[in-house]
């Protein structure tokens, strides 16, 4: 089956514009992650999803930051204003439950701003 | 909060050389441990999980890792590199009451040389 699947694969932005990045979850995934994958710095957490449960936003930066996630399944992550140090890969990952499951990640939207 | 070390950002080896890929953790309290790889131009999978139980556990691609409680660390290691091995290791950990949220390290990229 498809995998988890990310767009756009590349983004270049002008410093002060919003972009949205998409995330489409394996179909039956009830979790869903945003990772932040910067040049040597490894993946920094930034939002879970659980089902119909208040998202974790504890990894969130900055308040320029949001996301959401429609009917269980396709998710959006929103940065506003962006700024240069928004440059990074921004991962999707799902899985069938949280963390004991496998999370499968999508190949990332990289991110320029600039 | 927890952190992940993962010491060595970079291990080149010789194809058919073994290999160990080191890291530690910061909490003393119950965790589950995770190696991920990502291979190039590819997403990040699952390699290993140690949830409980024995110590040992095996993974995919002759792979294998060791809980060492006592000094909270959780190496990586396989005894016979082949160049397909070459890809960025990422080792994670998350509180075992916690079943969502999970720290990665910094990762190391392996490179398998003939």
């Known amino acids: 089956g498809a995998g988890v699947s990310q767009s756009p694969s590349n983004k270049v932005t002008e410093k002060g514009k919003d972009v949205e990045l998409r995330c489409d979850p394996i179909s039956g995934h009830t979790a869903l992650y945003w990772y932040r994958q910067s040049l040597g710095q490894g993946l920094e957490f930034l939002i879970y999803?659980?089902?119909?449960?208040?998202?974790?936003k504890s990894g969130l930066p900055s308040d320029r930051f949001s996301a959401e996630r429609t009917g269980g399944s396709v998710s959006t992550l929103t940065i506003q204003r962006t700024q240069q140090e928004d440059s990074a890969v921004y991962l999707c990952a799902s899985s069938l439950e949280g963390v004991v499951s496998p999370l499968h990640f999508g190949n990332g939207t990289r991110l320029t701003v600039t | 909060a927890q952190s992940v070390t993962q010491l060595d950002s970079q291990v080149p080896v010789f194809e058919e050389a073994p290999v160990e890929l080191r890291c530690n953790y910061s909490s003393s309290v119950s965790v589950y441990l995770f190696w991920y790889v990502q291979y190039p131009n590819q997403g990040l999978q699952l390699l290993l999980k140690?949830?409980?139980?024995?110590?040992l556990v095996k993974g995919i691609n002759g792979f294998e890792a060791e809980f060492n409680k006592s000094q909270t660390s959780f190496h990586l290691r396989k005894p016979s590199v082949h160049i397909s091995d070459t890809a960025e290791y990422f080792c994670?950990?998350?509180?075992?009451?916690?079943?969502?949220?999970?720290?990665f390290g910094k990762g190391t990229l392996l490179t398998v040389n003939p």
């Open positions: 994670a950990v998350s509180d075992g009451g916690s079943n969502y949220k999970l720290t």
């Open positions: 999803f659980q089902g119909n449960s208040a998202p974790d």
């Open positions: 140690y949830l409980s139980g024995s110590t």
